[in-house]
């Protein structure tokens, strides 16, 4: 009697041992699962195609253009290139202007959606132009392009500490009121020459 009771306590050990093992190694399972991140490709899928971060935050365009023209007075060959972000209301744009003899970065002009004091939503303008820089006296601007193909370009720039031009009143948040632009960079952007190629469309970022 007394092994039998011996014997029946050696298995219950060994049982309660085996379940607590199996426990374990479940638990161990459920805190080392994490949720699936988001992939790059996703993102650009979902966002449209990545340009560049804006206030630390990445921003993307759905459609972009392009245009070269020289003005006929004063014979100034520029080339400007617009990112522009469809919105369910609204849209966002991105405007760069190179001076097409130079190639180097001259004028830059963004439109972002930001939040109002009185509530809604606003479009701050964010103009950068070298003959108003009593409007903006900290901001710095540079950039360059590659026009050696003669139907799409290359180029990059950056901006830093451009401060929103118009209502800077109205602007709710104090960090929408100045803007620094990171990484801008670009290559097969499609574009025409002015008086060559009316009606192009500019490449999309859905094509």
């Known amino acids: ?3 039998l009771t011996t014997l029946i306590a050696i298995i219950l050990f060994v ?3 085996s379940e607590t093992k199996k426990e374990a190694i479940i638990n161990v399972k459920t805190e080392t699962e994490k949720p699936s991140e988001i992939t790059s490709s996703e993102k650009s899928k ?5 340009l560049c971060t804006i206030n630390g935050k990445a921003w993307h365009y759905t459609k972009a253009s392009g245009i070269v023209s020289r003005h006929k007075k004063t014979n100034k060959h520029e080339a400007i290139f617009t990112f522009t972000k469809q919105l369910e209301k609204g849209k966002e744009t991105l405007q760069l202007t190179y001076d097409g003899d130079t190639n180097q970065l001259e004028r830059i002009s963004v439109h972002l959606k930001v939040p109002k004091k009185d509530g809604g939503r606003m479009t701050a303008m964010y103009l950068y132009h070298p003959n108003t820089t009593k409007f903006h006296p900290n901001a710095k601007i540079s950039g ?3 026009l050696s193909n003669s139907s799409n370009a290359t180029g990059n720039a950056k901006v830093s500490d451009l401060e929103v031009r118009f209502d800077k009143e109205n602007v709710k948040n104090e ?3 100045v803007i620094t632009v990171k990484g801008i960079n670009f290559k097969g ?3 025409s020459e002015a008086g060559k190629q009316f009606g192009s469309k500019g490449t999309s970022a859905n094509n």
Request: some cysteine; charged content about 30%.
């Open 1 to 3: 009697m007394k092994k």
């Open 15 to 17: 049982s309660c041992k």
């Open 46 to 50: 979902n966002n449209g195609t990545y």
């Open 144 to 146: 360059s392009i590659d």
């Open 175 to 177: 960090d929408d009121t």
């Open 189 to 191: 952007i499609g574009y």
